[in-house]
């Protein structure tokens, strides 16, 4: 591994680390010296190093004084400190210039050769640990996967793909990932059979906690309980491995998280799992007991605009009568808005808001060339992600909150998964558009390639015809009428979608954070 490794080590007492130098040569490193910082810079001109070694204490320009040029000349070469100096100013002073370690004088030869791993090969050791835990860890997960029997199992299993491909995806080992795709496609399989067989069951009987009791099972104890200002901010089509990178980025502004998988219901769409979500009901429910709050889907107008409505109902019915915003987010203007009114906001003793940017992004994603390059597979569309919340106005309430004592819920209504197989379907002029679910009358298409659920109110959705028939695609597959076939299959293959049955639309995180 040492072989081929230049380092340059730069100290007036270069005759004192003949040790060291020894030490690093016999294991293979190649070491080159300089007696003060300009002769360093005229060798960093010719040659390019690996590591610098920059002594802190030499006359003439000092260490600190040299590392804005050597950074000049070398602005992506780790630089180590060596110093005699334990004052904290010196140590403030080198790490606010972006030294990638600080070592103490005396150091032993270890200590440098720790140095040089941790800023050297610190990523080819990650991978070859990390490649090694995973096959580890390949027969033991396949196993889970093949024998999953309830919904818990499935759960530990989407914790646990999402875990290795976040991973996987940060050192870029390629074989590895194309190993984790086929596990993740034999999940994708096994999980839609649990699906078919096990749903139905849920709506009748006992259930997973699902997108439309868990404010009741989780929300109203706390309004009930507390006096603490709650956020609920949902932000529409959040997956799993979406929530883990932002956590990432929270962590260290909050003090508690606190998170959980629940399951979306079907359809995985909008028009259902939020209504279903705020309403605490299931969309059967719903259209029969507030019919005035639910569009069907060949209904004409928005079919979410009824939710706040929908959520004071909720309220109601738990004897709730408290002071409460409800704000839909649509762009970075309306988030601000949120962002610059936090003090009012904390005299409430909840908000609501929701976002819409993922839900819009994953549209774009189909409609927008730029954004389908952009985001043209899963780790750019994480990215993406992770890039806009970054610098939202999402992460601002987050910096702002972080002052106050709140407690917040982010959760979301679905999921989306990356689309690939198509499916031809046939139905009449009535069969509604979605890709990865239909509802219809005289529906054609292929049994053993998607749930079809003939009696809709079995699973807890309203019927809109007398003959209705509910039909959702299975993993990575989409729908596709045989009009224009090739053209819609071109035009939708490798979008992110939702409505239909997969680990990514249906298992969703529910998260509570105490702030302080």
């Known amino acids: 591994m040492a072989e081929g490794v230049k380092i340059l080590w730069i100290d007036d007492e270069v005759d004192l680390l003949n040790v060291h130098i020894i030490f690093l040569e016999r294991k293979g490193y190649l070491v080159k010296t300089a007696t003060n910082a300009q002769d360093a810079f005229d060798i960093l001109q010719q040659e390019k190093f690996d590591i610098i070694f920059l002594d802190e204490n030499m006359p003439g320009i000092t260490g600190l004084d040299a590392l804005p040029h050597l950074t000049e000349y070398a602005p992506h070469t780790p630089i180590i400190m060596v110093t005699k100096s334990e004052d904290e100013a010196v140590m403030d002073e080198a790490i606010g210039s972006q030294v990638a370690d600080y070592l103490i004088k005396p150091v032993k030869p270890q200590q440098i050769l720790l140095a040089i791993k941790k800023n050297v090969f610190q990523k080819d050791l990650v991978t070859e640990k990390t490649g090694t835990k995973f096959r580890e860890e390949f027969s033991k997960l396949s196993n889970e996967i093949n024998s999953a029997t309830d919904w818990q199992d499935w759960i530990t299993i989407y914790r646990k793909l999402t875990h290795w491909t976040l991973l996987l995806d940060e050192i870029q080992d390629q074989v590895m990932l194309s190993i984790l795709d086929s596990l993740k496609l034999e999940a994708q399989r096994l999980f839609s059979k649990y699906i078919k067989n096990n749903y139905q069951n849920w709506i009748s009987g006992d259930h997973p906690p699902m997108v439309y009791h868990i404010l009741q099972d989780q929300l109203i104890p706390i309004l009930k309980q507390g006096d603490e200002t709650v956020f609920l901010i949902v932000i529409d089509n959040l997956r799993y491995d979406h929530w883990r990178e932002l956590r990432s980025i929270i962590h260290n502004k909050v003090e508690k998280i606190e998170e959980q998988l629940i399951f979306s219901i079907l359809p995985t769409a909008t028009q259902y799992a939020r209504n279903a979500l705020f309403a605490g009901l299931m969309p059967l429910d719903i259209k029969r007991y507030y019919p005035q709050y639910w569009k069907d889907d060949n209904d004409e107008g928005n079919k979410n605009d009824y939710e706040q409505n929908l959520f004071d109902e909720l309220l109601k019915r738990n004897n709730l009568q408290l002071k409460f915003t409800f704000n839909k987010i649509f762009n970075d203007i309306q988030g601000q808005k949120i962002v610059s009114n936090i003090k009012n906001l904390m005299t409430n003793r909840l908000n609501v808001i929701v976002y819409n940017f993922i839900d819009m992004l994953s549209h774009a ?13 899963e780790t750019s569309y994480r990215s993406v992600v992770k890039s806009w919340f970054s610098h939202s106005s999402i992460y ?5 909150l972080s002052q106050y004592n709140a407690t917040v819920i982010i959760t979301t209504d679905h999921g989306a998964v990356r689309v690939k197989n198509p499916i031809k379907v046939i139905g009449d002029r009535q069969t509604t558009t979605n890709i990865r679910y239909k509802q219809g009358r005289n529906l054609n298409y292929p049994e053993k390639k998607v749930f079809a659920v003939p009696k809709p109110e079995k699973i807890g959705l309203p019927k809109s015809n007398i003959v209705n028939t509910y039909i959702f695609a299975l993993e990575n597959d989409f729908f596709v009428y045989p009009n224009n076939y ?22 969703i995180p529910f998260v509570k954070i105490k702030t302080q």
Do not use: I, P, W
């Open 365 to 377: 994603k189909t409609n927008v060339q730029m954004v389908k390059e952009l985001a043209k597979d």
């Open 396 to 400: 601002q309430l987050f910096e702002r």
């Open 486 to 507: 090739h053209q819609f299959v071109n035009y939708y293959k490798d979008s992110f979608q939702h409505g239909g049955v997969s680990l990514e639309e249906m298992l």
